[in-house]
């Protein structure tokens, strides 16, 4: 019996003109993934970086505040203790006690000022170590795209997710 020859060379590059087709498929999958996460983080290093400002200038503002309220603390303490001199007042009566009482609440405001000043600085800390994980989590992203190495992308998604972990703090 004469055995029927099939030309398989035609068939072998057949299949590996198929086999790179898939590859070049998957690459670009995988090219698209990176691409859109690394949208996304630059989003997230956004809105992170525009509420660390907010923060920032927050506690700015508030600590001027205490500033302002603790001068006229000591504004209303050298009064008094003029107004005393001068009058001879002694430390009971009651125009002191109202005084004593006055700036009592003017150094409670700005004890509160000062607090709230901590808060918002403690809440820019945290949002701007978000927005420099996902600076960090971009960046080996590009560096996985140009390389063509995927450990590199899974370790930036481990970077942004830490920093995202950071954002969601710094929100709450």
């Not at 630059?42 to 503002?61: K, M, P, Q, T, Y």
């Not at 992308?153 to 703090?169: K, Q, R, T």
Request: hydrophobic share 45%; aromatic share 8%; proline share 1%.
């Amino acid at each position: 019996m004469d055995e029927i020859e099939v030309p398989t060379e035609h068939l072998h590059e057949a299949i590996n003109e198929k086999a790179e087709e898939l590859s070049r498929e998957k690459e670009n999958r995988w090219t698209l993934f990176v691409a859109i996460s690394t949208a996304i983080m630059a989003v997230l290093a956004a809105l992170a970086a525009l509420f660390a400002g907010h923060h920032s200038n927050e506690a700015v503002i508030l600590q001027i505040k205490a500033s302002d309220q603790w001068a006229y603390y000591q504004a209303k303490g050298i009064k008094a203790e003029i107004r005393n001199i001068e009058t001879h007042e002694n430390v009971g009566t009651r125009s002191s006690q109202a005084t004593l009482l006055e700036a009592e609440n003017i150094k409670t405001t700005a004890e509160k000022y000062e607090q709230q000043s901590e808060a918002h600085l403690k809440r820019h800390i945290t949002l701007s170590s978000a927005v420099t994980f996902l600076q960090v989590a971009i960046a080996v992203s590009a560096i996985s795209i140009i390389t063509r190495r995927r450990f590199l992308w899974y370790g930036g998604m481990i970077v942004a997710g830490i920093g995202s972990v950071y954002f969601i703090i710094g929100l709450l």
